[in-house]
């Protein structure tokens, strides 16, 4: 497959979350992924997150797949 190709490959919501992000302007983002079913740990772990860094703003959105579904948080954070 070509590079042209796989921009055009059709991508589930999670394959999206799941590639770090940063920023050069001072700011990082951190993706988490939140399944509905055995949730504790992930929301532990995020909450550790949340609890220990500068945190600018969070975007949320919910996958609705059945058994399946999952929040998604993009968290901005400062690394200033």
């Known amino acids: 497959m070509t590079e042209h190709e796989e921009e055009k490959a059709p991508r589930s919501g ?3 979350f799941l590639k770090p992000t940063h920023s050069p302007i001072g700011m990082q983002l951190k993706l988490f992924v939140l399944p ?5 740990a992930a929301e532990a772990e995020m909450n550790a997150f949340l609890r ?9 959105e919910f996958v609705a797949d059945g058994e399946n579904s999952f ?8 690394n200033a």
Do not use: M, P, Y
């Not at 509905?36 to 504790?40: E, F, Q, V, Y």
């Not at 220990?52 to 949320?60: D, I, N, Q, T, Y």
């Open 14 to 16: 999670r394959d999206i």
């Open 52 to 60: 220990g860094h500068r945190v600018l703003a969070v975007k949320k």
């Open 71 to 78: 929040w998604t948080f993009c968290v901005e954070e400062s």
């Open 36 to 40: 509905i079913k055995n949730l504790g």
